[in-house]
């Protein structure tokens, strides 16, 4: 059975930085390509970023890009977000996803086929 959890997840100020991990089981990682996606409230799905399972090509939203690293380590089953220089409106809920199928651009990563149970990221003084 396939399981993805989230950690790393909590309260910080603006300008912080937070990293985000995700474990996953039930699966060969080597053959997924992982994702972030988050969900603020009232709002839709936002992809976060993405990375290739098979040629390390990444993704990154225009209002994360520069300040996000995304990053994964096959031999431990964990993809990673690092999250430097957070802002108020990153606050929402982060899930990470996988799929074996290559995502073709950030704003479709909410489609990936398996999530975790998502993780609370709260910026605020």
């Known amino acids: 059975q396939v399981h993805l959890v989230e950690s790393g997840g909590g309260l910080v100020q603006p300008g912080g930085s937070l990293r985000l991990s995700c474990t996953v089981s039930g699966f060969t990682f080597d053959y997924y390509a992982s994702g972030w996606f988050r969900q603020a409230p009232g709002k839709e799905r936002e992809g976060v970023s993405y990375?290739?399972?098979?040629?390390?090509?990444?993704y990154y939203a225009d209002s994360v890009r520069g300040r996000f690293t995304i990053s994964r380590d096959n031999a431990k089953g964990t993809v990673y977000l690092q999250m430097d220089s957070l802002k108020p409106e990153d606050t929402g809920v982060y899930y990470c996803?996988?799929?074996?199928?290559?995502?073709?651009?950030?704003?479709?990563?909410?489609?990936?086929?398996?999530w975790g149970q998502g993780i609370q990221v709260t910026v605020s003084s």
């Open positions: 990375l290739s399972n098979s040629d390390g090509t990444t």
């Open positions: 996803a996988a799929d074996h199928i290559r995502m073709s651009s950030v704003a479709t990563i909410p489609d990936m086929r398996y």
